[in-house]
């Protein structure tokens, strides 16, 4: 499995990078290669603020749904519409193109530092 060391990971497969104010967020090479080819990503939360836990949308597979849970709290403030419009990205490049959300900070650096390094989140993926 890919797990970049410059990303931050999520107890539930999402992986976050931040950029300034601003952190990207995906789900994990393993995630997406869990659930299988991904059809849809719903994602109906451009403009609210959420928690670091909360569902931010779903990602349908094939043969399952599995909500998607922002690893760190903010503002949602972009969709990625390339996914939208060919949601298998996530499965190509999870890490790069198939990135979700865009959110804006609101409790950074101390929901960003609860997250799992490169290697802990290796471990828990066994």
């Known amino acids: 499995m890919n ?10 497969h999402e992986w976050c990078r931040v950029e300034g104010e601003f952190a ?10 869990q ?27 094939v043969k399952t749904v599995s909500d998607a849970f ?8 972009e969709v990625n519409e390339a996914v939208d419009v060919d949601p298998s990205l996530v499965n190509k490049d999870a890490y790069g193109e198939g990135w979700l959300v865009k959110i804006r900070l609101n409790n950074h ?9 490169a290697e802990q989140y290796a471990e828990l993926i066994g």
């Not at 060391?5 to 539930?12: E, G, H, Q, R």
């Not at 109906?44 to 959420?50: D, I, K, N, Q």
């Not at 922002?70 to 503002?75: C, T």
Request: aromatic share 10%.
């Open 109 to 117: 650096p101390a929901d960003y530092d609860a997250l799992l390094t």
């Open 24 to 33: 990207y967020v995906g789900i994990t090479d393993f995630a997406q290669s």
């Open 70 to 77: 922002l690893p760190v709290g903010g503002e949602v403030v």
């Open 35 to 61: 659930l299988g080819d991904i059809v849809f990503v719903d994602v109906p939360t451009v403009g609210e603020t959420l928690a670091a836990g909360d569902v931010f949308g779903s990602i349908e597979a």
């Open 3 to 12: 797990v970049p060391s410059n990303l931050k990971y999520s107890n539930d």
